[in-house]
């Protein structure tokens, strides 16, 4: 079964730092993976997603993540903090290769930006 | 439009109502989600559709009925819940097709409050 360990469940960090949030996933298959980040009483949006057409994804808001199967990672980074990014992310698999087509999300990260 | 719109945004119902959820999109999307997340938890899938027909159920009581009348349109059905199902309801939609993952669209999410 795939899944995703997200280690830390708060990370701060002062603005204009860089940001590293921790993605660990566990596959049999090679995995489909993302970022998604919510802000307070809102859905998710998709910060960025690897399909296996690049192990260096880049996403919106200046947000990037490696994939890196060696170490089976796909962590999260930002170079450079802003308090609009204080948040709750969230790291997801699609099980199975996507033949089923649904994500199963990791526990979150909640980002914490301070001035 | 690429956008999933729920309706309503917050919802409070006493245990012995019936009310519906409501998700919509207009992208072409043939996959649609529901989701349950609870304070401070990541959502946790309920069921799936694809090409209008439930094919996933994660067990979900009976107290929660989803329906798909057509390719645009997702309810879900809501009767006599208890105030443990007070949660944020997330609706997605995806391109998902087995083996191909285009990345997920969320909406806003029905803030739902039983009482």
């Known amino acids: 079964a795939q899944s995703v360990t997200q280690l830390g469940s708060h990370v701060s960090v002062s603005e204009g730092a860089l940001v590293l949030l921790r993605c660990n996933y566990s596959s049999s298959v090679p995995p489909y993976l993302f970022w998604y980040v919510q802000y307070p009483n809102q859905g998710l949006q998709l910060l960025l997603k690897y399909t296996s057409a690049a192990t260096l994804v880049k996403g919106i808001n200046g947000f990037e993540a490696e994939f890196k199967k060696s170490e089976t990672s796909f962590h999260l980074t930002k170079p450079s903090a802003h308090m609009s990014d204080a948040a709750e992310y969230f790291c997801?698999?699609?099980?199975?290769?996507?033949?089923?087509?649904?994500?199963?999300f990791g526990k979150g990260t909640k980002l914490s930006v301070k001035p | 439009d690429t956008e999933v719109t729920q309706t309503p945004k917050h919802l409070v119902m006493g245990m012995t109502n019936k009310k519906s959820l409501k998700c919509e999109q207009h992208?072409?999307?043939?996959?649609m989600y529901w989701y349950k997340q609870k304070a401070k938890k990541p959502p946790e899938l309920m069921f799936v559709y694809s090409y209008e027909k439930l094919s996933i159920n994660e067990s979900v009581p009976s107290r929660f009925s989803p329906e798909c009348p057509n390719s645009s349109l997702l309810n879900l059905h809501l009767h006599a819940l208890q105030p443990e199902d007070s949660a944020l309801y997330l609706c997605a939609s995806s391109q998902a097709m087995p083996g191909k993952i285009y990345g997920y669209t969320f909406g806003s999410g029905t803030r739902l409050t039983v009482v």
């Open positions: 992208m072409g999307h043939r996959a």
């Open positions: 997801a698999v699609t099980p199975d290769g996507g033949s089923q087509g649904n994500l199963i």
